[in-house]
């Protein structure tokens, strides 16, 4: 098994900037997406950014677009979410999600989750 661990949440002003962390309790062998999710209150989580395996293929969504960046630092199995320009349409828990990830050249492949942490942009 494997826990992700996010950090780096908290309290902002609009225009400010954050950044994510999320840790992986374990080395992590491969896996096939990494992402990041949102859910506001009253709202469902949606997806804010994604990339592939090897970091080359990034999606976001339009909301969040020009102003997030995703990365990871496969040495420190540990990805990331640079969030510049916030506005308060932004509050939210976030979530980090890894999909397909093995821990070792065989095994099963499974889906992680972390925690979650809070942003919340306001004056």
């Known amino acids: 098994q494997v826990q992700l661990v996010e950090s780096g949440g908290g309290l902002v002003q609009p225009g400010g900037s954050l950044r994510l962390s999320c840790a992986a309790s374990?080395?992590?062998?491969?896996?096939?997406?990494m992402a990041w999710y949102r859910q506001a209150p009253g709202k469902q989580r949606e997806l804010v950014a994604a990339?592939?395996?090897?970091?080359?293929?990034?999606s976001y969504s339009d909301s969040v677009k020009g102003r997030f960046t995703i990365s990871s630092d496969n040495a420190k199995n540990t990805m990331y979410l640079q969030m510049n320009n916030l506005s308060p349409e932004d509050t939210a828990v976030y979530y980090c999600n890894i999909q397909g990830l093995r821990l070792g050249p065989k095994g099963d492949r499974n889906d992680y989750w972390g925690q979650g942490t809070q942003v919340t942009v306001s004056a």
């Open positions: 374990r080395n992590i062998f491969s896996f096939y997406v």
């Open positions: 990339a592939g395996s090897s970091g080359g293929s990034t």
